[in-house]
């Protein structure tokens, strides 16, 4: 159960779109359609950003869009702004009835 | 509104046990599927046990498997995390969380501290 992986930061400029990867295997990411997206900021819990790989729940920006491509599956924050500086993370169903986490990814906003 | 309440963190010497409880309202907690979920000092969140609505189904990380056991009272609208043979490596920040559209609610979270 390794944990998935993300690259550990991604940078961009207010007004830019990023793409953070989430990348797993056949039993995770790539075998089932329960990926989510969590936004952290320090000492806070984790709010869910995206769930069931591309949907938004209510009271999230649509500046946040989901996707999944074989084992990867991304988060893309478009209209990049100051406020979404922060740790995000993916999680995944597995084969084993489990959940995983990614590694984390912390996003600057240059 | 949805209220997760974490509480029973605390410090604990290595190879003791702790239960954490998960207070819930706001909505028919016995209708949905529990996790607890954990992270440690300035790393990532890492996933640690589900039950689901009717505690028949529990699934843990192998890691844990065998010293953490997940359970719940719906009559008492609680979520439990029974955590025995604790070790340094388990100190952390414990959340419980709701499963609906993601882990759509958490708890603010109850710190435990393994440490001599």
């Known amino acids: 159960q390794s944990a998935l992986t993300q690259p550990a930061s991604v940078s961009g400029s207010p007004g830019q779109s990023i793409t953070i990867s989430c990348t797993g295997t056949?039993?995770?990411?790539?075998?089932?359609?329960?990926v989510s997206w969590y936004q952290q900021y320090p000492g806070k819990a984790p709010k869910v950003m995206i769930y069931?790989?591309?949907f938004r729940p209510s009271g999230v920006s649509n500046r946040f869009s989901g996707s999944k491509s074989g084992n990867t599956a991304s988060l893309t924050i478009s209209g990049l702004q100051a406020e979404d500086e922060a740790e995000y993370y993916c999680?995944?169903?597995?084969?084993?009835?489990?959940?995983?986490f990614g590694s984390g990814t912390k996003v600057t906003v240059l | 509104q949805v209220q997760l309440v974490e509480s029973g963190g605390g410090v604990v010497q290595p190879g003791r046990s702790l239960r954490l409880s998960c207070a819930a309202s706001?909505?028919?907690?016995?209708?949905?599927?529990m996790h607890w979920v954990r992270q440690a000092p300035d790393k990532g969140l890492e996933w640690v046990a589900v039950?689901?609505?009717?505690?028949?189904?529990?699934y843990y990380v192998d890691s844990m498997k065998g010293r953490f056991t997940i359970s719940r009272d719906n009559s008492k609208n609680t979520l439990y995390l029974q955590m025995n043979s604790l070790r340094p490596d388990d100190t952390a920040v414990y959340y419980c969380?709701?499963?609906?559209?993601?882990?759509?609610?958490w708890g603010q979270g109850t710190l435990v501290t393994v440490s001599s």
């Open positions: 039950i689901s609505y009717d505690a028949i189904n529990k």
């Open positions: 069931d790989v591309s």
């Open positions: 999680a995944s169903y597995t084969s084993s009835s489990t959940r995983v």
């Open positions: 706001g909505f028919t907690f016995g209708s949905y599927g």
């Open positions: 969380a709701r499963e609906l559209e993601g882990f759509d609610n």
């Open positions: 056949s039993s995770d990411v790539g075998g089932y359609k329960y």
